[in-house]
């Protein structure tokens, strides 16, 4: 009977061996260019089944130990690479080698993103990914981004933001998805960029030197997205989101589904959101619904030396404009900036969305062939199509308010052909583009045109190169000559008049960097000569986005820019890392609206007015970002920007230049029951906005908002069921329903902003 029982506990001790030591597996890796075998030192790789990030020393190795038998997905990253996903079965100690597509990127980039895993900081980059990504999908592409220390949005309500990168923004800004840059009408401060980010995998923000490569509309920095991502993985994955916000009752979902079929990959997704009336603290935001839809679809091949690439997706969207902004007399427009509830405000709830409005619709298609010429040589050309429909609707008599006031029809196409050589200690790009536009208003409106037809072309050159001038030293330099040609059609007295402009931009780049184990040091200098817009130049009328009119300057010329970056980061231990950032970027005739002294009135009511203009102008600023992990799975974040945007033609602020702002985060990773799979995640932040003291009262048609104090927080459940990972997530912003007024929301002249809004994420992988 004895042995029986010491039998039964030595087969139940050797079971338990056996289970703990399935749980004892190692894993080593490196990862590797594609083309020449060299090691990528500081590359990430994320495991989502564990949620756990690594990343590979100076080698380009990594090594994970304390894994169970069973299926994992490696995410692997590197700055210059597409990210990859790879998929392994572990049943023993397992050695891989990942090799990535690596393309040439400068150095001297500062690349600002976030990641809360990533300690990296010789490359001055952090990639918005992962749970933090997650948090913040549910916004807008500008709200995203503005957590990020340089970077703020402006906004015309709720449903319109723009993103800003050190004070510039607009026409300034390059918008790049899945490496095609957006066209679209980007110069309205209410039109928000047509690009999905509820599916981004990854999040960057380029500050510096981007005009060599993207073009000098890049001048401010460039927003790199990353939405259909090719898995070679012969798996079905997929991730489903369903979310709910109380503030404005909206409710939406998306959906996306990637994997491999007959030697193609592909990646497939949809997104939906509907969102009623919004609300302050004590009323409703009436008009201020909206509706978006988006969907689409991308597939590729690849081999040893050649891939290629396919994509379409579009984009739609429906947004109310704030009632009580679009004002009949100019009396009422001035008792209008000066109540407490916006004209038109109703305590009654809708999803109905009436004019003011806008409605948008952005299609794109878009090519990418490369191929390996040599092992050191890589050929790349690719083509995109896109077309824009924006109309606009105003309050109308004659029940007219159904017919747009403004209806544009924006068709872009763009051809590269990119050459690069990667060498021992040398790295070069060498490409052309060229871009055409052709801009119609199409008939039906009633009214004159806002901004008038035009078609234009803008070819360029452009040539890169970044060297190892030692193991810690590195330059970069970079030269780009672009045209700009317009043929501009203007309607005076009822004949279309036409006009020729032309310009000879470009842009010039050197930068240094020196980087050891714990410090990173960048130097960069800067040159654009930018062509003023169309916009800037020829726009006359309302803009009913933003309730103004609007007047532009015919006799506009370059904007010349000469712009010096410093970034400095520093290993704080093995447990923080800070990272500072000066500039100071010095423009000669600075084009920009300028407020009118009165508002106009017209037959459509009254408004105010804004002129474009130029002077000089210097702008300057620091960004800061501090990280530290204070115990086990917590973390600390500190983030401040200040910036100065001075008229030196008239010593005085710039109006719209952002306060100042800073914020504190906790986030705090709570593994239940010691389980991997099931975790709790705490995070808490504060948010200061100071009040913007530079700007003279009398430059705007208010005084500054005073500052403000704004806490967040929330929790989120990781789990699984069926097997299948899922992310519970339970949020709220603006905890204490703080009654405020945001300098940079146009719509701070007529009521407040938002109040209170519990968020609600269920997100499910497969």
């Not at 220390?149 to 300034?172: C, E, F, H, Y």
């Not at 030396?305 to 984009?315: E, H, K, P, T, W």
């Not at 010039?508 to 169309?534: C, E, H, M, W």
Request: charged residues 20%; aromatic residues 10%; proline residues 3%.
């Amino acid at each position: 009977m004895h042995l029986k029982w010491i039998y039964i506990l030595l087969m139940v001790m050797a079971g338990m061996k056996g289970i703990y030591a399935q749980c004892l597996l190692k894993v080593t890796g490196q990862v590797q260019d594609r083309h020449d075998g060299v090691s990528l030192e500081f590359a990430s790789v994320y495991i989502p089944e564990l949620k756990k990030d690594y990343t590979t020393d100076i080698t380009g190795h990594f090594t994970i130990e304390g894994l169970c038998a069973g299926k994992y997905h490696f995410d692997v990253f590197h700055i210059g690479c597409e990210s990859q996903s790879f998929f392994i079965e572990i049943s023993s100690d397992t050695m891989v080698i990942f090799q990535m597509e690596h393309h040439l990127e400068l150095l001297s980039e500062v690349l600002i993103t976030e990641h809360k895993h990533d300690r990296n900081l010789s490359q001055a980059s952090y990639a918005l990914t992962g749970s933090e990504l997650q948090r913040l999908k549910s916004q807008s592409l500008a709200a995203i981004v503005s957590g990020i220390p340089g970077v703020d949005m402006i906004q015309s309500g709720g449903n319109a933001a723009k993103p800003i990168i050190q004070g510039l923004t607009g026409n300034r800004i390059a918008m790049v998805s899945d490496g095609v840059i957006l066209e679209s009408q980007q110069w309205g401060i209410d039109h928000a960029p047509e690009i999905n980010g509820s599916h981004a995998e990854k999040i960057s923000v380029i500050k510096s030197s981007a005009p060599v490569l993207y073009g000098t509309s890049a001048m401010g920095g460039v927003i790199l997205v990353d939405n259909f991502k090719q898995v070679e993985d012969p798996h079905l994955h997929g991730i489903v989101n369903s979310s709910y916000n109380t503030n404005g009752r909206a409710f939406g979902g998306s959906a996306k589904l990637m994997g491999k079929m007959l030697g193609w990959t592909y990646n497939t997704q949809a997104m939906f959101r509907k969102n009623g009336d919004q609300h302050t603290p004590d009323y409703f935001l009436n008009n201020t619904g909206s509706q978006e839809v988006a969907g689409g679809l991308a597939i590729g091949k690849i081999s040893d030396r050649q891939s290629l690439r396919i994509r379409a997706d579009y984009m739609f969207q429906n947004l109310g404009i704030l009632r009580g902004a679009h004002i009949g007399n100019t009396t009422d427009l001035e008792n209008a900036l000066y109540r407490s509830v916006p004209f038109f405000t109703e305590e009654q709830f809708s999803y109905t969305i009436e004019a003011p409005r806008q409605e948008i619709g952005h299609l794109t298609t878009a090519v990418n062939y490369s191929r390996n010429i040599s092992a050191h040589q890589n050929l790349n050309f690719s083509y995109n199509l896109q077309q824009n429909r924006r109309m606009e609707f105003d309050v109308r008599r004659g029940g007219r308010s159904d017919k747009p006031i403004i209806d544009l029809r924006l068709l872009s196409q763009t051809a590269n052909l990119t050459w690069e050589h990667e060498g021992k200690s040398i790295n070069t790009k060498i490409g052309a583009d060229f871009r055409y536009q052709d801009n119609d208003n199409l008939p039906g409106t009633g009214a004159l045109p806002l901004i008038p037809d035009y078609m234009s072309w803008k070819p360029s050159l452009f040539f890169l190169q970044a060297a190892d001038l030692s193991d810690h030293f590195h330059a970069e330099y970079g030269l780009r000559y672009e045209y700009t040609g317009y043929n501009i059609f203007k309607i005076v007295n009822n004949a279309i008049e036409e006009s020729k402009k032309k310009f000879n931009g470009g842009a010039i780049n050197l930068g240094f960097v020196y980087y050891n184990d714990l410090t990173s040091i960048k130097v960069d200098a800067s040159y654009i000569a930018r062509a003023p817009q169309v916009n800037e130049m020829y726009n006359s009328g309302l803009h009913q986005g933003i309730a103004a009119l609007e007047f532009g300057n015919p006799s506009l010329g370059l904007e010349q820019s000469v712009k010096i970056t410093a970034d400095a980061s520093q290993q704080l231990g093995k447990a923080g890392k800070i990272n500072l950032t000066l500039y100071g970027q010095k423009v000669k005739d600075f084009i920009y609206l300028a407020p009118a002294a009165e508002p106009a009135l017209t037959v459509r009511g009254a408004f105010l007015v804004y002129n474009y203009t130029n002077n000089d102008a210097l702008i300057s600023g620091l960004d800061m970002l501090h990280v530290v992990n204070l115990l086990s799975g917590l973390d600390w974040t500190n983030k401040l920007s200040y910036i100065r945007a001075i008229n030196t033609d008239e010593n005085k602020e710039l109006v719209l230049t952002p306060p100042f702002r800073a914020s504190s985060a906790m986030n705090y990773d709570l593994a239940l029951g010691g389980l991997k799979s099931n975790s709790l995640e705490f995070f808490v932040q504060w948010k200061y906005t100071g009040r913007q003291n530079e700007v003279a009262d009398g430059d705007d048609f208010l005084a500054a908002p005073e500052a403000y104090h704004l806490a967040d927080g929330g929790i989120i459940f990781h789990s699984s069921l069926l097997r299948l990972p899922i992310d519970l997530e339970l949020s709220c912003s603006n905890i204490f329903n703080k009654t405020y007024r945001d300098y940079m929301n146009r719509l701070r002249y007529f009521a407040d902003d938002t109040g209170r809004n519990l968020h609600l994420n269920l997100q499910i992988k497969f």
